[in-house]
Nanobody
Framework: QVQLVESGGGLVQAGGSLRLSCAASGRTFSSYAMAWFRQAPGKERVFVAIINWSGSSTSYADSVKGRFTISRDNAKNTVILQMNSLKPEDTAVYYC?????????????????WGQGTQVTVSS
């Protein structure tokens, strides 16, 4: 398994941007599919974005499509979530997750490793 640590969360006004980073430990990082999930207060954790092991394929939740971009740098063991045009409804704790089976799943049960989460708050 890999160990994951997120950073980059914070408070931003609606329409602003944030860049979340997920640093992974372990030599096998490049073999994992990676994803971001988020959990708003009082709600279940939901899928946000996924990127395959090479970075050649990505997919997004409809709610963030066109505003968020996921990318990875396998040389630096890092996954990035660039969030633009933020809305108050994007407020949540954002989690980075790794899937060693590279299933392409958008369901959290498919993911083996999770970070501790980083808080994103968007004010109106």
């Amino acid at each position: 398994q890999v160990q994951l640590v997120e950073s980059g969360g914070g408070l931003v006004q609606a329409g602003g941007s944030l860049r979340l980073s997920c640093a992974a430990s372990g030599r096998t990082f490049s073999s994992y599919a990676m994803a971001w999930f988020r959990q708003a207060p009082g709600k279940e954790r939901v899928f946000v974005a996924i990127i395959n092991w090479s970075g050649s394929s990505t997919s997004y939740a409809d709610s963030v499509k066109g505003r968020f971009t996921i990318s990875r740098d396998n040389a630096k063991n890092t996954v990035i979530l660039q969030m633009n045009s933020l809305k108050p409804e994007d407020t949540a704790v954002y989690y980075c997750a790794a899937d060693r089976r590279r299933s392409g799943s958008k369901v959290e049960e498919a993911y083996d490793s999770w970070g501790q989460g980083t808080q994103v708050t968007v004010s109106s």
